[in-house]
């Protein structure tokens, strides 16, 4: 309940659009270095990579995910 919890709904509703563009520059900075290391760890091959930093790039604008 969200009442219940340390932010207001007016803090949550402000700040979670902000956490959520944070997240996804996280995301987009994994999938780079892993595109520049050539790092294929757990994947069949680079296109794994290239849609992950894709869907980051688009997620902030609301087409990600």
């Known amino acids: 309940m969200i009442a ?3 932010l207001t709904e007016a803090q949550l509703a402000a700040g979670l659009p902000v956490l959520l563009r944070f997240r ?9 270095w892993r595109i520049a290391e050539n ?7 680079p296109e794994e990579n290239e849609k992950g930093l894709e869907d980051a790039r688009r997620a902030p604008l ?4």
Do not use: E, R, S
Request: charged share 10%; glycine share 22%; proline share 4%.
């Open 62 to 65: 609301g087409a990600g995910n």
């Open 24 to 32: 996804w520059a996280v995301q987009a900075d994994y999938f780079a």
């Open 39 to 45: 790092d294929l760890t757990g994947i069949a091959g």
């Open 4 to 6: 219940a919890g340390p």
